[in-house]
T-cell receptor, first 117, second 111 residues
Framework: EAGVTQFPSHSVIEKGQTVTLRCDPI?????LYWYRRVMGKEIKFLLH????????ESGMPNNRFLAERTGGTYSTLKVQPAELEDSGVYFC???????????????FGPGTRLTVL | SQQGEEDPQALSIQEGENATMNCSYK?????LQWYRQNSGRGLVHLIL?????REKHSGRLRVTLDTSKKSSSLLITASRAADTASYFC???????????FGTGTRLQVTL
């Protein structure tokens, strides 16, 4: 069974440009999460989808970040316009069906390393 | 502020030795999990300990949890070169599904 995949693995862009990251969760997983690790700091939660709905977007840093999950399958995270402080590794994770209070293991993808020059 | 902070930030040991990493957190938790990240790879789930548990074992891994001190430790016994990676603790609180991670410990196991 394929794990969580992310594309691209590495992206280098200039400040002010737009970048779109993609995440394909494990097939059948309703939950999809985005996290990011800025250089030297902890991995921080960005947002959580349940199917196509945003369940929790409390970690999104500002309105330059837009996440979508049309159809409840893959998700995209767009950064527009990118700033220097957006550089870091963006991780996607997925887990099985959503049930309040249930602990479902989150399976992580390899991450996308974003470098903004 | 960080929910999870690990120490040490970096640890270098020889193969066969034991490695101990610590994690402290600030708020009440439902469970605490440890993850490993090999260079260029995603985070791999290692072990989960619930808030009402004090110790858990999985193979060469031993995790302890002290909720009174809001701290956890991960012990890797008889380390191998393949254990070289970054290790992160992550907590889950309340009804939220999101994980709150610490800054991680970089473990280097040399031959």
């Amino acid at each position: 069974e394929a794990g969580v995949t992310q594309f691209p693995s590495h992206s280098v862009i200039e400040k002010g440009q737009t970048v779109t990251l993609r995440c394909d969760p494990i097939s059948g997983h309703d939950n999809l999460y985005w996290y990011r690790r800025v250089m030297g700091k902890e991995i921080k939660f960005l947002l959580h989808f349940v199917k196509e709905s945003k369940q929790d977007e409390s970690g999104m840093p500002n309105n330059r970040f837009l996440a979508e999950r049309t159809g409840g399958t893959y998700s995209t995270l767009k950064v527009q316009p990118a700033e220097l402080e957006d550089s870091g590794v963006y991780f996607c994770a997925s887990s099985q069906a959503y049930r309040q209070g249930r602990v479902d293991e989150q399976f992580f993808g390899p991450g996308t390393r974003l470098t903004v020059l | 502020s960080q929910q999870g902070e690990e120490d040490p930030q970096a640890l270098s040991i020889q193969e066969g030795e034991n490695a101990t990493m610590n994690c402290s957190y600030k708020t009440s938790i439902n469970n605490l999990q440890w993850y490993r990240q090999n260079s260029g790879r995603g985070l791999v789930h290692l072990i989960l300990i619930r808030s009402n548990e004090r110790e858990k074992h999985s193979g060469r891994l031993r995790v302890t949890l002290d909720t009174s001190k809001k701290s956890s430790s991960l012990l890797i016994t008889a380390s191998r070169a393949a254990d070289t990676a970054s290790y992160f603790c992550a907590t889950r609180t309340g009804t939220a599904s999101k994980l709150t991670f610490g800054t991680g410990t970089r473990l280097q196991v040399t031959l």
